[in-house]
C-alpha cells in the first residue's frame, strides 16, 4: 500500500511538473519580443505609408527592422495567400532593393486568426538571406510585413516577428486596417 501511494504521490509530482515545463514554454500573447515603433524610411507609394518597428539584440537576439503595412484589396479573394507566387506578388522586398530573390521555399505562417506564408530573400547589398517577407490575408485584404536584419539570417529571428505580429497591439491595429 505504501508503494502504491508513494508511485501515486511521484506519478502526480511528474505530471504537474510536466504540465509547468509546458506552460511556461507555450508562448503568449503578453511575452512577445519589445519592439518600439520607429520612422518609416520609405517614400510614399499607392499603399501609402506604413508602420516601422525595430527589436534590439537584447530582446530578439539581433537587431531587426519590421515594416508593417495594410494592402486593402489586393490579396486574391479565394485562395489569400496560400503560396509563393501569390506572396511575391503582394509582398514589400522590393523596398528594401530592387534586386532580389527567394534563398529557399516559403512556409504557411498564422497571424491571430489569419493566414498566410513568411519565406527568407537575398537581397542585394545585403547579407544573404537577412530578409523575410511575411504576408497573411484576410479575404481580400492582405497585411505585408518585412523583416530586416543587419547581419545573418533573418529566418533566425521569425519566431519573435512571428510573436510580435500576433501581439494585441498588431492584432488591434490590423483590425483597425480591416475596418473590423
Keep these: 500500500m505504501k508503494k502504491r501511494l508513494a508511485f ?7 505530471a504537474c511538473a510536466a504540465i509547468g515545463v509546458a506552460a511556461s514554454s507555450a508562448p503568449t500573447r503578453g511575452a512577445t519580443p519589445a519592439f518600439a515603433e520607429a520612422k518609416w524610411p520609405f517614400l510614399m507609394d499607392q499603399w501609402g505609408l506604413g508602420r516601422a518597428f525595430h527589436c534590439g539584440p537584447e530582446d530578439c ?15 486574391n479573394c479565394t485562395t489569400g495567400v496560400s503560396d509563393d507566387d501569390e506572396l511575391e506578388r503582394v509582398g514589400d522586398v522590393e523596398l528594401i532593393g530592387e534586386d532580389y530573390r527567394p534563398n529557399a521555399p516559403g512556409h504557411p505562417i498564422a497571424v491571430a486568426w489569419m493566414k498566410g ?3 527568407p530573400y537575398d537581397v542585394a547589398g545585403r547579407a544573404a538571406g537577412s530578409t523575410l517577407a511575411l504576408a497573411f490575408n484576410d479575404h481580400c485584404d492582405v497585411i505585408v ?9 533573418a529566418a533566425h529571428v521569425e519566431p519573435a516577428v512571428l510573436a510580435f505580429l500576433n501581439s494585441d497591439a498588431v492584432v488591434r491595429w490590423v483590425k483597425e486596417q480591416l475596418g473590423l
Excluded at 539581433?62 to 490579396?75: N, P, Q, T, W
Aim: hydrophobic fraction near 45%.
Design 117 to 119: 506564408r513568411s519565406r
Design 8 to 14: 501515486a504521490a511521484l506519478f502526480g509530482a511528474l
Design 61 to 75: 537576439g539581433s537587431d531587426v527592422d519590421v515594416y508593417l503595412r495594410a494592402k486593402i484589396g489586393f490579396c
Design 145 to 153: 510585413a518585412t523583416a530586416v536584419v543587419p547581419r545573418g539570417q
